[in-house]
């Protein structure tokens, strides 16, 4: 080894196993100390190390429970919950918003109005990770171009969610309403953590009165999450409860005929069955198709709904108001009767015209010339205006008033309708505290025939008629008839007993529905026009209410002859002697009563109390729309 | 148990060679062949869960080990000498590559450390410094009379500092480093005096507010600020620390089990199968599986040290020596990075983490350290 033979290579060997030895420490050393800072970390604390690591992956997550459906009395459905696949975008995950929205819409087609209710969903109060929908109703065509392009798409996913649909769109609008996105109104009204996982709730109609027994109680999953939120495996689940089936009083075949006999007139139709207060059909036309609201309806269509002058969105059934004309003089004959302010013997001379003491004023019958001497029966049969004036006169307004208000009329009456409106039951205290002025006698005079500041709904318009349908009972009506399939639901209803209606004198039912009769069936009557065939007994009292009054104001503006048209009205029920069904129609613009109102309260009793065509099935209901027809929101 | 371990092979060195086994025949030491195995076999178990359960990255990694082991098996058989020999040559070609980086390197990831040969291949020069410095520094000292005096120690610097300036410049901080630790770990085994060591050490404490201003750029004094601070950016530049130490945390001192890890499997754990893979393994095995990989690695370094020890020539004792330390530094940066002790760079575990150039540098290594342990003259005893 010629290179080491100068050096002392014995040192430096031990010099190197030195260095070596304390190098070796120093590797001890530096590892026990790895070791401590594991030890930290993994025993002294693991605690929170573990807290932070569940942290991470587990989330509890809100299960949302299946909406309750809603049948008609015949078990027909209403308000279903279908599987519709939707887009959604999980913001988290996009990067650039603006590049991918071009990109989906190269794959599906996605319109303006689309985006833009997207970009408002986005902008609207969400969970993180909640995926934010962009279309709804995907085709098969449009899942498969997206299954292929997905990986290019990050952020973008298909979601099935049951989605609230009404199968017969306009035909029920008004009595269920309709779901809708919560927004952030129904935040403040609903229980956050009931509607952790709801995306719906109801908006108007029944969904909103029932909604808390529709809705259900939510669930709560405990998932694991990857970093990127996706749902790995459910830990643990507590299933939501599913809201309550509700089965309501409506037959849908009547409300169809309903429809039908309406044609593309505007009004209102209410039909109650006396015996229970169940309503069996409330429509008003024209109405509008729910499953465009459920999803969010854009603002174009919106617009030409809220815009339209037919008001297809205003529920003219409960909340329109309208003079009731000469179909309150059933209730003032009972009045005027049961007061003793008249009796049945009493006859009236009509010239035409009446004429209160001591004044100039005159005040018209609708029939130029009158109908000479009359009877109360006669006044009702014929609807002699003189004879109420005369009434109302003798009677006075707050008597009148306090029998108009035993039945029903100046309150909301139903138990089950949201915002049902109370109409107006006018008094001097009314007048002086909303007009401002004091009660003139003839203010009385116009009251006694149904005009003047009187208002009514045909909802309470119907609720009268099956009170002296039923002589006397008054049982609210009411939507609801049984939960989840036949469970009484009286408790669901709000607790409102009126006591029966009682009249001095048994009798005097019996006289005025004998009257109300001889308006239909009477060669004299008002209603006579509807008779031909008629193979029961039919109680009815024929009224128009002029347009140009108080209520007036809502449609007047407009400049169309057609629009300043009396509305026609007619109350009814049948048989009279065990009425089965009462109902009120209104036909805004229709002209007289007789002529537009009657002849559509004719058909529902005919279809109610002959039966129903047989062809008449679920299918044969136009309305019930099939998938082809479906909404593209 | 180590300490018992330790005296029999500091006093039997040649305790296997003399069967003359196929061990001895194949230039193998079986201590450190048994011990490498051991961390390898660790490694592919928990890289297994740490990759989502892929055989594929299971098997491409065992491809990897294979070539590993052809490597040390094949520097295992060549002489000392001849390591000696061509020191100086590697050590120069490696330096003219780092110019030729410098001038000629292909860019990528905003650093310049790879050089193209067209039509041949494409490599790290900084990769192979990192056997060409502790082989140069040892060439060197070996020649000199030990421990060294003040040109020794002065000439060492210079060998040491030029190849790691041109590595800082790539800019590749964390390899420069590493590069520049295996040269002064050979100075430190050739006997540099304390009061120098202790110098030196004082005068980098004293020169980092200047390194921290001038030398290091702003996303390497993040990666210290994040360390010191993790919560301050916890889903930017903290997440990767917050997670590895919720995973390590969250393992216990059993673990969670083989496979269970949620951190990784569920993409917490950032670079999970490669530079934090012990984090997974601390999440899966829990206190009790790193305390066998550290002291499984802790083993290797003094097995590589006894080998210096007992190695015939200055040049190999320094050599051998070198190289363990070499080895041992990488395990205490990814280890420490991992835990959190130390900032975020981009280490490997040894013969762990998923990826082929380090084991193969690694195991070339182990193989000069066997061929240094195996080749042995007749003279002494």
Avoid at chain 2, 17 to 39: F, I, K, N, Q, T
Avoid at chain 2, 40 to 48: A, I, N, R, S, T
Avoid at chain 2, 98 to 124: C, E, H, N, Y
Wanted: proline content about 5%; cysteine-free; charged content about 20%.
């Amino acid at each position: 080894m010629h290179w080491g033979t100068l050096r002392d290579t014995v040192q430096e060997k031990q010099l190197f196993q030195t260095r070596a030895f304390v190098a070796i420490l120093g590797v001890v050393v530096i590892t026990l100390s790895l070791l401590g800072r594991f030890y930290y970390l993994q025993v002294i604390a693991h605690e929170t190390y573990t807290t932070l690591s569940d942290r991470n992956r587990v989330q509890v997550q809100p299960v949302s429970p299946t909406r309750g459906l809603i049948y008609d009395r015949n078990g027909v459905l209403l308000a279903e919950n279908r599987p519709v696949f939707s887009l959604t975008i999980l913001p988290e995950r996009v990067e650039d918003m603006e590049a991918l929205l071009a990109d989906v819409q190269k794959i599906v087609d996605v319109r303006e109005a689309d985006i833009e209710n997207f970009r408002q969903r986005l902008n609207e109060r969400r969970r993180p990770f909640e995926a934010v929908a962009l279309r709804y109703h995907l085709t098969e065509d449009e899942m498969a171009r997206l299954a292929v392009n997905r990986h290019r798409l990050p952020g973008v996913e298909t979601d099935a969610r049951l989605v609230r649909y009404y199968p017969y769109g306009k035909l029920t609008s008004h009595v269920l309403g309709y779901v809708g996105r919560i927004n952030k109104q129904d935040m403040q009204r609903l229980d956050p953590v009931r509607y952790a996982g709801t995306h719906y709730t109801g908006k108007t109609g029944l969904e909103r009165v029932y909604e808390d027994e529709l809705h259900g109680d939510v669930g709560y999953q405990n998932v694991e999450t990857n970093a990127r939120g996706r749902v790995m495996r459910v830990l643990e689940r507590e299933d939501p409860e599913p809201g309550r089936d509700l089965t309501i009083n409506l037959d849908i075949r009547l409300q169809h005929i309903a429809q039908q006999a309406m044609g593309d007139k505007r009004g209102a139709i209410v039909a109650i069955n006396p015996e229970t207060g169940g309503i069996l059909a409330q429509l008003s036309t024209p109405g509008f198709d729910t499953n465009k609201f459920v999803t969010g309806i854009d603002h174009e269509s919106y617009a030409n709904l809220r815009d339209s002058l037919d008001t297809p969105l205003f529920n003219r059934a409960t909340r329109g108001q309208y003079p009731p004309g000469s179909t309150v003089k059933p209730f003032l004959a009972l009045a005027g009767l049961d007061s003793d302010t008249v009796t049945k013997s009493r006859v009236v001379h009509d010239p035409g015209y009446y004429q209160l003491p001591n004044s100039s004023q005159v005040f018209r019958n609708w029939k130029r010339g009158g109908h000479g001497d009359t009877t109360l029966s006669d006044a009702i049969t014929l609807s002699s205006d003189t004879y109420f004036y005369d009434m109302a006169h003798n009677m006075g307004v707050t008597m009148m008033a306090d029998y108009l208000r035993g039945f029903g009329f100046g309150s909301a009456t139903s138990l089950d309708v949201r915002d049902e409106r109370s109409g107006i039951l006018p008094t001097p205290e009314w007048k002086r505290r909303v007009q401002g002025e004091v009660w003139y006698p003839g203010d009385s005079v116009n009251m006694g025939i149904g005009q003047g500041y009187f208002l009514s709904t045909p909802m309470q318009l119907a609720a009268a008629t099956s009170v002296i349908a039923s002589r006397g009972d008054r049982l609210a009506p009411r939507h609801l008839r049984s939960v989840d399939g036949g469970l009484p639901a009286h408790h669901l209803l709000p607790d409102v007993v009126r006591p029966p209606l009682e009249l001095g004198r048994e009798s005097d039912w019996e006289y005025v529905i004998n009257a109300m009769v001889d308006v239909v069936h009477s060669s004299e009557g008002t209603a006579r026009g509807i008779n031909r065939g008629l193979e029961y007994k039919m109680a009815g009292k024929t009224g128009t209410s002029q347009v140009f009054s108080l209520d007036g104001g809502e449609y007047d503006e407009d400049e169309l002859k057609e629009r300043m048209k009396d509305h026609g009205l007619f109350i009814a029920f049948a048989p009279a002697g065990d009425p089965k069904i009462a109902v009120s129609v209104l036909v805004e613009n229709g002209g007289s009563g007789s002529s537009s109102a009657a002849p559509v309260a004719r058909q529902i009793m005919d279809a109610w109390i002959n039966g129903f065509p047989e062809v008449m099935t679920e299918q044969a209901i136009p309305g019930a729309m099939q998938e082809s027809e479906l909404p593209d929101e | 148990m180590s300490k018992e371990f330790v005296r029999q092979m500091a006093l039997d060195p040649d305790h296997f060679e003399r069967r003359r086994s196929l061990m001895g025949r194949m230039h193998l030491d079986p201590w450190l062949l048994l011990l490498l195995l051991g961390v390898m076999g660790f490694g592919l178990v928990v890289l297994f869960s740490a990759s989502e359960n892929s055989v594929a990255a299971v098997e491409a990694q065992l491809v990897r080990m294979g070539v590993a082991f052809v490597v040390m098996l094949f520097f295992a058989q060549l002489d000392p000498l001849l390591y000696r020999r061509w020191s100086p040559l590697l050590y120069l070609a490696g330096t003219l590559a780092l110019l030729a980086v410098m001038f000629f390197g292909v860019q990528s990831g905003g650093a310049q450390r790879w050089l193209d040969i067209p039509g041949v291949t494409r490599f790290q020069p900084s990769e192979l410094m990192k056997v060409g410095v502790p082989l140069m520094t040892a060439w060197y000292l070996s020649r000199q009379h030990l421990p060294p005096r003040a040109m020794a120690i002065l000439g060492t610097v210079v060998l040491i500092a030029v190849p790691s300036a041109l590595i800082a410049n790539q800019p590749d901080l964390g390899t420069s480093l590493l590069v520049a630790a295996s040269g002064l770990f050979v100075l430190f085994l050739a006997g540099l005096s304390w009061k120098l060591i202790t110098a030196m050490v004082m005068l980098a404490g004293l020169s980092a507010p200047a390194i921290w201003l001038y030398v290091m750029r702003d996303y390497q004094k993040e990666r210290i600020l994040t360390l010191l601070n993790p919560g301050s950016d916890p889903l930017g530049a903290g997440w990767n620390i917050t997670q590895s130490k919720t995973a390590i945390g969250s393992g216990g001192m059993h673990g969670k089990g083989w496979g269970e890890s949620t951190q990784a499997s569920l993409d917490f754990l950032p670079e999970s199968h490669t530079d934090f893979i012990v984090a997974v393994l601390a999440e899966e095995f829990g206190f009790i599986g790193v305390t066998i990989l550290l002291t499984l690695y802790a083993l290797i370094v003094i097995r590589g040290l006894f080998i210096a020890s007992a190695a015939q020539s200055s040049f190999s004792r320094l050599l051998a020596g070198g190289i363990t330390l070499t080895f041992f530094i990488y395990v205490l940066v990814n280890v420490s990075m991992v835990s959190g002790l130390m900032p975020v760079v981009g280490v490997p575990l040894p013969l762990v983490s998923f990826g082929g150039t380090s084991i193969v540098t690694l195991m070339l290594g182990f193989g000069i350290l066997m061929a240094i342990h195996t080749h042995r003259r007749m003279l002494e005893s």
